[in-house]
């Protein structure tokens, strides 16, 4: 069953009027982008800084309304941005764990909120629901009496995880989740999160910057480049054999050990200008492959067989096996 | 609560200004109760009585009133129309600025244009108009005072507002489904709160003496009825015949405005978290030592840490930050340092130039030989001379460490001028050259770009180019690609490695990516709890750790090209260095911990090029070491 269809969701901000101009077009934060997840599936979205990731997963719980495009869930079409219609179906766990704990109000007015909110359940119901939660995410319960500036990075983040939870979500969008963790603590709020998603048959969408990370924790990956999807794919095939050549550059790019240091890229590349953008393909100007035909005419997601989809013209052959 | 009161009460001014406040407070409650004549009952044959008479402590004035009553019940209206006003102004100010601040768009710039049209009319004049068209009385002069002291306070909340509705608690608060009023009440009040409080408090002192200012020209409190501008307002005809009558009431504005006024001041320095953390506290300029143990002797090497402790003295407590760590790079070589936050890394680096903020930063011992020379107790302009010049260091993030207000060329100029007796042309025609071996396309007219003109992964290269730029013999990166994309970091790394062959630059890389370390570093070292642990040439640290914890932290980290899979992960937490359990500091998460782990000091064994600081470690050393 198919948990969330995203169709041609696109986001552009209107650059600042001026006291004596109209605002003039605007930027382009995420073109148009379509893709689905699978009801239990985790999926990966990949990009650089810019690249829409973060715009994205915004749109996606309703904390930014999009320019153009529909999100459904369940088959069931969101369409007006109230967060509070999104919260019961889709929910948030955000980059810095701290920020995203209201340091005036202790652990238990935080985790109560969206049972209140959300579900309108009665005292003694939230307790029993909080003290479940807090079981299966591995945290005390005296925690619920503190301040969050007492907790460390990774026990602030299993409270963020605790909270999303709370509101008793089919999906979950991770932004970053693990980006501010020390590495020690990083990989058991991964182990957390699998053993969460298979304990209550949650759906994940995955956002980072981490190729490593996001390769071991997902079942398909998208790689978003300024604002589009240009490749989706299996998370084991598609850093091994990627079809589109940003892709390949990534992979390429992500220190591993024991594979000598070179710099896949020798140009002084910069993203390019979101005001400005260029026409056809945006990659084209740090890309190897590209002819007059990328400069000019923007390439659509294909199939590249089997599960795989890239946006390119030339796209790099499939390896054997 | 007490924190706040003890901080309160250790600035004598305030809490100077607290009691005479008090006292004041408190003989205007007790007014009602006291034995005081009729504050309004006049007799003429008794008028201008001086003070100590009998029956009038402070005398009586022009009507024959006793200014004692009067004084006081004068000060008890004063003082209860200031307050109101500065509730009124607050409460009215920060429900103006809030709602601006968080909703933003159109709302914040209906409200915050009529603000200003409230602030440019001069703020007597526009009381003035106020009672003017209400008509004089008391009540009337409380409202004045308060709209004018609305902006105050709506310019104030609304700034603190726009920072905070910007934090992710906001959207999550939104998504448990709050509304927008829930929001402002639930969310944003308590965390402004502290800010409208010490806005009132530096600010009902001058409400005071606004409304005496109204009742002084006639406006506010209306006869007989006392309050101590309408009293100085009627003395003042007799100014120079009895002055007592208007030096009265004077003297008690002075003391309420002045008690209020530095009470208040103490309030915003105690509840100030900026000021509470010491940021006025200037740090020294170099890092405090003092050292108890005999300095260790020289050794060859170009850079050589020997033995160093650094300590941070924060109150009663002592956070052992750094706890004997020896390093040493010679030339051409890179060394990685690994660790996770509060292992060290980042102190020991900054402790080779005396660079850790002091106070609270204390080297407590060891030292750090350039060439030879101790540079821990170093003099300041030794260090100077050499902080930049042979050893300089690349940041995180060069956002911060770049001025936003100059040109990178500029800031490049200035850091080589600082060292050497370079004209400015010259110093340019360098700047220059130094962007083009960064590989900076297009240097000549980039030289003039301010540092927000340039991408992440360029300002790290002028991070890198300004680090270059007087030819050190050392450079210290401290995390320089963690800020950075992939694709960037792929392309620093390659730049740092070509420099440090083509130059002969030793590089002390720290870091907290294995990948990292293993494609740029030669030798690398991990760090635990402000010690070494565990080191080696990279290969063999890589492919045989020693240290449970090395071997652990390698596990922890996923691995491109391995798929989908469960990641071993080290239980608990990093200890705290203020609080180091004794013997092994990783013995808590250790697997293989044995009761003689948390016993004694565990030292760092050694064989050939490989060093490792366990009892039990993952194999014998000596293998590992051959």
Request: charged share 20%; hydrophobic share 45%; proline share 7%.
């Amino acid at each position: 069953m198919t948990a969330l269809k995203v169709q041609n969701l696109a986001k552009t901000f209107a650059t600042k009027k001026t006291l004596f101009r109209r605002s003039q077009g605007g930027v382009r934060a995420v073109c148009p982008v379509s893709f689905s997840v699978e009801s239990g599936e985790t999926l990966g979205v990949v990009g650089e800084s810019g690249c829409g990731k973060s715009t994205l997963a915004r749109m996606l719980v309703g904390l930014l309304e999009p320019s153009e495009g529909t999100i459904e869930i369940n088959g069931k079409a969101l369409d007006n941005a109230d967060p509070a219609e999104f919260g019961k179906l889709i929910q948030y766990v955000f980059q810095d764990p701290n920020s995203s704990l209201n340091p005036r109000k202790n652990i238990r007015q935080i985790m109560e909120s969206p049972l209140k909110r959300l579900h309108k359940m009665p005292r003694a119901e939230r307790d029993a629901r909080i003290r479940e939660i807090f079981d299966s995410v591995n945290l005390r319960e005296e925690f619920l009496e503190r301040y969050p500036h007492e907790f460390s990075g990774g026990q602030a983040q299993r409270i963020g995880i605790a909270r999303a939870l709370a509101a008793d979500p089919q999906i979950i969008i991770l932004d970053e989740p693990v980006s501010a963790l020390d590495v020690s603590v990083q990989a058991q709020v991964l182990n957390l999160l699998a053993r969460l998603k298979a304990e209550f048959g949650l759906t994940y969408l995955f956002i980072t910057h981490d190729l490593a990370v996001v390769e071991a924790v997902s079942d398909r990956i998208m790689v978003l480049y300024f604002g589009s999807v240009v490749e989706v794919g299996k998370a084991e095939k598609i850093f091994a054999s990627p079809r589109h050549p940003y892709t390949k550059l990534l992979a390429d790019s992500a220190p591993v050990v024991g594979r000598p240091l070179t710099a896949p890229e020798q140009k002084g590349t910069e993203l390019p200008d979101p005001l400005n953008p260029p026409p056809g393909c945006a990659f084209a100007g740090r890309c190897p492959r590209a002819t007059e035909h990328c400069r000019t005419i923007e390439p659509v997601l294909q199939s590249m067989g089997e599960d795989q989809f890239a946006a390119c013209h030339h796209p790099i052959e499939a390896r054997e096996g | 609560m007490m924190a706040f009161l003890k901080l309160l009460f250790r600035n004598r001014l305030a809490a100077m200004g607290a009691v005479v406040l008090s006292i004041i407070v408190l003989l205007v409650l007790l007014t009602p109760f006291l034995p005081l004549h009729d504050p309004d009952v006049t007799a003429t044959a008794d008028r201008f009585k001086r003070p100590f008479t009998d029956g009038h402590l402070l005398g009586t004035d022009h009507l024959g009133r006793d200014l004692l009553s009067r004084l006081l019940w004068g000060t008890r209206l004063s003082l209860a129309v200031g307050f109101a006003a500065a509730v009124i102004a607050a409460f009215i100010g920060s429900a103006i600025g809030i709602t601006a601040g968080y909703f933003g768009g159109r709302i914040d710039n209906i409200f915050m244009r009529g603000v200003d049209m409230l602030m440019a009319f001069p703020y007597i004049l526009l009381a003035l108009a106020i009672v003017a068209a209400l008509g004089p009385g008391l009540m009337n002069a409380l409202i004045a005072v308060a709209a004018v002291n609305i902006p105050f306070f709506a310019r104030n909340i609304r700034g603190i507002t726009v920072g905070l509705a910007g934090r992710e608690f906001i959207d999550a608060a939104r998504l448990a489904g709050m509304g927008h009023t829930r929001i402002i009440v639930t969310e944003l009040l308590p965390n402004v709160l502290p800010v409208i409080i010490i806005a009132m408090s530096t600010t009902v002192g001058w409400m005071i003496l606004e409304t005496a200012g109204l009742s002084f020209l006639g406006l506010g409190s209306q006869p007989p009825q006392a309050d101590l501008g309408s009293m100085l307002g009627e003395a003042r005809s007799a100014l120079i015949s009895h002055p007592h009558t208007s030096i009265v009431p004077g003297i008690m504005i002075f003391l309420i405005v002045m008690s209020i006024n530095l009470l208040g001041d103490g309030v915003r320095d105690a509840l100030d978290p900026r000021l509470r953390s010491g940021a006025l506290s200037r740090p020294l300029p170099t890092t405090l030592v003092s050292r108890k143990q005999p300095v260790p002797d020289a050794t060859d090497d170009l850079l050589a840490i020997q033995q160093l402790e650094t300590q941070f003295h924060v109150g009663k407590r002592i956070y052992k930050a750094v706890g004997g760590v020896s390093l040493a790079v010679r030339p051409g070589e890179c060394l990685g340092i690994i660790g996770e936050s509060g292992s060290g890394k980042s102190v020991t680096a900054l402790s080779v130039m005396g660079l850790v903020a002091s106070p609270p930063g204390v080297i407590t011992g060891g030292a750090v030989r350039f060439q030879g020379e101790d540079l821990v107790g170093a003099s300041y302009e030794t260090l100077r001379r050499k902080r930049g010049d042979r050893v300089a260091y690349i940041f995180q993030d060069p956002l911060s460490t770049l001025h936003p207000l100059y040109k990178i060329g500029d800031q490049l100029a200035e850091a080589i001028r600082s060292h050497h007796k370079l004209s400015r042309a010259d110093a340019r025609s360098r700047a220059i050259q130094l962007l083009k071996d960064v590989r900076i396309p297009n240097a000549e007219s980039r030289v003039d770009d301010f540092p927000h003109e340039m991408s992440g992964g360029m300002r790290q290269r002028v991070g890198i180019a300004m680090a270059l730029a007087n030819d050190p013999d050392v450079i210290i990166a401290d995390e320089p690609t963690t800020a950075l994309d992939v694709t960037v970091q792929a392309q620093i790394l390659s730049l740092l490695d070509d420099l440090r062959r083509d130059r002969g630059l030793a590089i002390i890389f720290i870091t907290h990516d294995f990948g990292v370390v293993a494609q740029l570093c030669d030798r690398m070292a991990v760090m635990y709890a402000g010690r070494i642990v565990e080191e080696g040439p990279t290969d063999s640290v890589l492919r045989h750790p020693l240290h449970p914890y090395s071997k652990r932290l390698i596990e922890c980290v996923p691995e491109l090209g391995q798929g989908r899979r469960k990641l071993a992960a080290i239980p608990g937490l990093p200890p705290v260095v203020d609080d180091l359990p004794p013997g092994c500091a990783f013995a808590p998460r250790c697997p293989k911990a044995q009761s003689t782990c948390r016993e004694g000091d565990v030292g760092l064994d050694r064989a050939g090029r490989r060093a490792v600081r366990c009892l039990y470690p993952e194999e014998t050393l000596e293998v590992a070491a051959s």
